[in-house]
């Protein structure tokens, strides 16, 4: 058994991760940290004109109670569900490719690479579609490891054919490109908050960062996209404590919450991958998500 059949049983099997627990008790999302984040997303979809967003991989459904909130309808996707045959208005896909089970390889002394097992041991020699996407997106010398893509990019490419002309589709996930590929992967666990070693038995979350530009679409980081949708982690001016503190102190928390969701080295080096159907919806993604 390789370590995706594995990671795949792990998180999806009759007993797995996701069919037990509550992801929130084992990490933290954007989705998590903040209404804000929720917000960005209903603003993006008021200036695109679409009133729907499919939130594909939606855990327990906060995402969808933020933008329903804003007046926006909203259809949670999770594991059960089937994807509807064509999506239409704003798709959301965060932090669900990094779930997607793929290939964990590892080349020997040889630059020959090897499909990880169960255990994290050495087995087959990698071939065909996975070694051809490898030379394209990941190539690694004698010691690196790496993940193969192609689960996630075969899940990204199956919504992007779902979309009707004016949608628009945005996978939001941490991740890495060709010139910035860890040497040794991202494979790693979640569990109670922390991380731990991504052990396949059902206990934990199993978790790699996604190579966002084999994935296709434009990327930018989550840090650029929310500045322009005017999330803004500007403190309040403190002469507003004396004269109304209660709204100096909301906003002193909501400038907080900002920062978390900007942060370079965390959420905001999150990358925003979106494709658009039709000419007059790529110009607006375009103008809505530059800053
Ligand atoms: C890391 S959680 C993210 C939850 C939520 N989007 C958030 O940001 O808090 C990933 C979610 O993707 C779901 N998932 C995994 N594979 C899926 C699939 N094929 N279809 C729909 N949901 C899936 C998991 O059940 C899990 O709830």
Do not use: C, H, N, W
């Given at each position: 058994m390789t370590f995706r059949d594995a990671w795949q049983q792990a998180l999806y099997g009759a007993d797995g991760f996701y069919r037990r627990q509550r992801p929130s008790e084992h990490f933290r999302t954007s989705v998590h940290a903040s209404p804000l984040f929720g917000q960005a997303i209903a603003r993006l979809a008021h200036l695109l004109e679409l009133s729907t967003v499919?939130?594909?991989?939606?855990?327990?459904?906060?995402?969808?109670?933020?933008?329903?909130?804003?007046?926006?309808?909203?259809?949670?996707?999770?594991?059960?569900?089937?994807?509807?045959?064509?999506?239409?208005?704003l798709v959301i896909a965060n932090e669900w490719l990094d779930n997607i089970p793929c290939e964990v390889v590892e080349w020997d002394d040889d630059g020959v690479p090897h499909y990880l097992s169960a255990d994290l041991t050495s087995g087959h020699v990698v071939e065909g579609n996975d070694l051809d996407w490898l030379r394209q997106w990941w190539p690694g010398e004698p010691g690196d490891r790496a993940e193969v893509g192609i689960t996630r990019d075969t899940a990204w490419q199956d919504v992007v054919r779902r979309l009707t002309d004016g949608s628009v589709a945005i996978a939001i996930d941490y991740g890495h490109v060709r010139d910035s590929r860890p040497?040794?992967?991202?494979?790693?666990?979640?569990r109670n908050g922390r991380e731990c070693d991504p052990t396949p038995d059902g206990t934990c979350d199993i978790t790699a960062h996604v190579a966002l530009?084999?994935?296709?679409?434009?990327?930018?980081?989550?840090?650029?996209?929310?500045?322009?949708?005017?999330?803004?982690?500007?403190?309040?001016?403190?002469?507003?404590?004396?004269?109304?503190?209660?709204?100096?102190?909301?906003?002193?928390?909501?400038?907080?919450?900002?920062?978390?969701?900007?942060e370079s080295t965390g959420l905001g080096g999150f990358g925003w991958v979106w494709t658009a159907r039709g000419a007059d919806t790529v110009r607006r993604a375009s103008r809505a998500l530059s800053a």
């Open positions: 499919a939130d594909i991989g939606a855990g327990r459904g906060e995402l969808g109670k933020v933008l329903r909130a804003e007046g926006l309808s909203v259809v949670d996707i999770e594991l059960d569900d089937e994807l509807p045959d064509r999506l239409t208005g040497p040794y992967g991202a494979l790693t666990g979640f530009d084999s994935l296709g679409g434009t990327i930018l980081s989550q840090r650029d996209a929310l500045k322009a949708l005017g999330v803004s982690a500007t403190r309040p001016p403190l002469d507003l404590a004396q004269t109304e503190p209660m709204r100096y102190l909301s906003e002193l928390s909501s400038a907080g919450e900002a920062a978390e969701l900007l």
